[in-house]
Structures are given as structure tokens and as C-alpha cells.
T-cell receptor, first 116, second 111 residues
Framework: AQKVTQAQTEISVVEKEDVTLDCVYE???????LFWYKQPPSGELVFLIR??????QNEISGRYSWNFQKSTSSFNFTITASQVVDSAVYFC?????????????FGTGTRLLVSP | EPEVTQTPSHQVTQMGQEVILRCVPI?????FYWYRQILGQKVEFLVS????????KSEIFDDQFSVERPDGSNFTLKIRSTKLEDSAMYFC?????????FGSGTRLTVV
């Protein structure tokens, strides 16, 4: 069964601090995708990254970076030098090949509050 | 950049009424989805649609729900007789073979 756990319900930081959002997943499949989405207060889901299970290279995009470790089934997301505009709920999600990638299973989300 | 468009952005309906939520997926995408997010909770899968038929559905997607792609561009979610617990944000998504693109959602409020 597929499951995504985001143990951090809410994180509060002050602007310019670095922050890491944790994501741990469970799957029996060897082929899967992992995702991060941002949900700002306006409510839409903004795609941040997709990673396939065969690519464990870490990725950096501006102030964002992702650390994928299959050994610990984790796909953590770090924001460097956080800004107030980063305040949002962040969701990690998983999609498996054995479902034909037909659905995303989301974690419960981590609410990030960045104060000035 | 191509977008998934959802209308209306907010709909208020009385309990027991039928509602239709509309989505225009990205034109060359093959797979279409509806997800639901009850306020303050996680996003939950409802149904996937491919080649003009449902390919998978969740336990939430009971007989009160139906989906249609009536004209090759629109993708609709119908709730036949709304209940208070259907109040949620409903997201449409589409994808080619890879990543999902979500619409901005329809907030459904059942009173």
C-alpha cells in the first residue's frame, strides 16, 4: 500500500532562515514518482518538482533543494533563506507504476509560516 | 504556459441539490482526474479518467458522483444530491505521460 507521511504539521521560521520539510513514503513498487506541491493561501496547488524512483540525484532550483534517499524512503525539501512569500502548505505526494500512475497519494501537508 | 481551467471558482448549493463542476484540461493531455480537499485536510484522490472511461476510483467516489467528458474539451464532475460533507475544494488535474497539472480548484459549499 502506498502512504506518505509528513510528520511536521506546522513550522514557523523567521525570514532568511533555512527550513527543511520532511517527507517519508511507503511503497512496495520499485517504480514510482515523488512530488512536492505548494498550496499558498489562495488555495491552488502549485507543482514544484517530480522525481522518479531511479533518479536519486539531489536537485537544486534557486532557493529550493530536494534530497531523495531511497535507503530511508525520504524525499525532503529544503528552502534556503526563506522569504515571507514562501508561507504556504507544502504537500509531498507519491504515484506508483502498479496503479499506472493513475493517482497521487498525498501527505497531510506541512504548513510553513515565515515571519518578517 | 498551458493551464487547467476550472469553473466556477466558488459554488454554494443547498443540500440535496445537484452540482456540476467544470474543468477544461490541457488539450493534448490524455489522463484526467478529480481530487478533493476538505478544509484543512489533505488532498484526496477521487477518480481518474482515460480514453473516455473511468480507469480508477476511490471509495469516496460513490454512486452520487459521476464524471463526463461531453465534448472532447470539457471534463465534468457531477454530484447528484449534495450532502453537507461534500463541502470541500475540488481540484481537476490532467497529465500527458508525466507530471500532473492541477487547476485552481472549485470551492463547493453545501448549506
Amino acid at each position: 500500500a502506498q502512504k506518505v507521511t509528513q510528520a511536521q504539521t506546522e513550522i514557523s521560521v523567521v525570514e532568511k532562515e533555512d527550513v527543511t520539510l520532511d517527507c517519508v513514503y511507503e511503497t512496495r513498487d520499485t517504480t514510482y514518482y515523488l512530488f512536492w506541491y505548494k498550496q499558498p493561501p489562495s488555495g491552488e496547488l502549485v507543482f514544484l518538482i517530480r522525481r522518479n524512483s531511479f533518479d536519486e540525484q539531489n536537485e537544486i532550483s534557486g532557493r529550493y533543494s530536494w534530497n531523495f534517499q531511497k535507503s530511508t524512503s525520504s524525499f525532503n525539501f529544503t528552502i534556503t533563506a526563506s522569504q515571507v512569500v514562501d508561507s504556504a502548505v507544502y504537500f509531498c505526494a507519491l504515484s506508483e507504476a502498479n496503479t499506472g500512475f493513475q493517482k497521487l497519494v498525498f501527505g497531510t501537508g506541512t504548513r510553513l509560516l515565515v515571519s518578517p | 504556459e498551458p493551464e487547467v481551467t476550472q469553473t466556477p471558482s466558488h459554488q454554494v448549493t443547498q443540500m440535496g441539490q445537484e452540482v456540476i463542476l467544470r474543468c477544461v484540461p490541457i488539450s493534448n493531455h490524455l489522463y484526467f482526474y478529480w481530487y478533493r480537499q476538505i478544509l484543512g485536510q489533505k488532498v484526496e484522490f477521487l477518480v481518474s479518467f482515460y480514453n473516455n472511461e473511468i480507469s480508477e476510483k476511490s471509495e469516496i467516489f460513490d454512486d452520487q458522483f459521476s464524471v463526463e467528458r461531453p465534448d472532447g474539451s470539457n471534463f465534468t464532475l457531477k454530484i447528484r444530491s449534495t450532502k453537507l460533507e461534500d463541502s470541500a475544494m475540488y481540484f481537476c488535474a490532467s497529465r500527458p505521460e508525466g507530471g500532473y497539472t492541477f487547476g485552481s480548484g472549485t470551492r463547493l459549499t453545501v448549506v
